[in-house]
């Protein structure tokens, strides 16, 4: 194996969105380092980012946000891999960071029997960071032909929705932005998640910086007459579009989030993306089954169903780490407020 440092600018525009250098971008003005390589194998080559938190003073993780790529590797390879490139690219970094993180990419297609790891350096997380199952739909034969694969449910709740909402791409407008960002604490306090600042999203929502042109965040608005009642911020890349963050107003025998969703996608399909990802239902084996609710909505569009190991840290210092370790279970605790999702209430 060789690593490289390269600049940001040169992470590949093809492969995952949250391993390009717009993600660097977006993390880089909100307290984390970034750092990009070209890493070299055998049978591959491809490039990584790698964000670096300070945690405390002297202490910082390193984290590789749905990445690096496995596809190549036959299981029994996996762990020994993820040792070695933990290793290998720890010369590359800071002093002081006790542990690389991995949330390793969505490879097992309808299949909850992801791999795990408990060695002396690699550990499997009772928590992740990121969702450990996903619904990513193929749109490789254009808009008319998934729709054709959305089940009655997502059908019946368009023909109805498609009466009372309209659908729009927000223009910039500051008043209808703070308009939906009061929908999305509604949202937030009423389904018992965390909700992200404006300055973020408001962040997240503009143009990014030069030669990342092909890439793009979008606020989709629903609207009853001139009231604004939901919305979701989709992120569109070369490759496949995201949808991250949602809100809307609840409606008796009616919900927005189906328009808005069928909206997306089909900006998804006249960009040529390969994929639509909505981001977020349970993990294998019952874990993180606050969001089955979520998974109803959401598979109501067709699509697949994909899962992955959860989150995994490469040891560099097990003290430290273990006391980390302590404080985030805590964390977690207090502000993850497990609730039940009401079913088509997308609220990732």
């Known amino acids: 194996m060789h690593i490289q440092r390269i600049a940001t600018k040169e992470l590949s525009s093809e492969g995952a969105v949250f391993q390009s250098s717009v993600w660097a971008e977006v993390k880089q003005h909100f307290g984390w380092k970034?750092?990009?390589f070209l890493v070299e194998t055998e049978n591959s080559a491809f490039t990584l980012l790698?964000?670096?938190k300070q945690m405390a003073p002297l202490c910082s993780l390193a984290y590789i946000?749905?990445?690096p790529p496995l596809s190549l590797l036959k299981l029994s390879q996996v762990g020994v891999f993820l040792e070695d490139l933990a290793k290998q690219i720890r010369k590359f970094l800071p002093k002081g960071v006790f542990a690389l993180r991995y949330d390793l990419p969505f490879e097992e297609v309808n299949d909850q029997n992801v791999m795990t790891f408990r060695t002396r350096r690699l550990r499997t997380l009772e928590q992740s960071v990121q969702p450990e199952g996903t619904v990513r739909i193929d749109l490789q034969w254009g808009y008319h032909a998934v729709t054709l694969g959305y089940r009655e449910r997502a059908k019946r709740a368009l023909r109805k929705a498609d009466q009372v909402f309209q659908v729009r791409v927000h223009d910039g407008d500051e008043a209808s932005f703070l308009a939906w960002y009061d929908v999305y604490l509604e949202t937030a306090r009423r389904d018992g998640f965390s909700p992200r600042s404006k300055k973020y999203l408001r962040f997240?929502?503009?143009?990014?910086?030069h030669g990342n042109e092909d890439f793009s965040s979008e606020l989709l608005l629903a609207v009853e007459g001139e009231k604004i009642v939901g919305g979701i911020?989709?992120?569109f890349?070369?490759?496949?579009?995201?949808?991250?963050y949602g809100a809307s107003q609840r409606f008796d025998g009616i919900s927005c989030s189906y328009l808005l969703q069928d909206f997306a996608i089909r900006m998804a399909c006249e960009r040529k993306c390969r994929v639509y990802d909505l981001y977020g239902i349970p993990g294998p084996k019952g874990r993180a089954s606050h969001l089955a609710g979520l998974e109803i909505f959401k598979r109501s569009f067709g699509g697949q169903?994909?899962?992955r190991t959860p989150s995994t840290d490469y040891l560099y210092n097990r003290v430290t780490w273990h006391v980390y370790s302590l404080f985030e279970m805590m964390r977690y605790q207090s502000k993850r407020r497990i609730k039940i999702q009401g079913e088509a209430l997308p609220s990732s």
Do not use: K, W
């Open 204 to 209: 997240l929502l503009m143009p990014f910086s």
């Open 233 to 235: 911020i989709v992120l």
């Open 50 to 52: 790698v964000l670096i």
């Open 305 to 307: 169903p994909y899962y």
């Open 65 to 67: 946000p749905f990445g």
């Open 34 to 36: 970034s750092y990009a």
């Open 237 to 244: 890349s070369p490759s496949e579009a995201i949808y991250l």
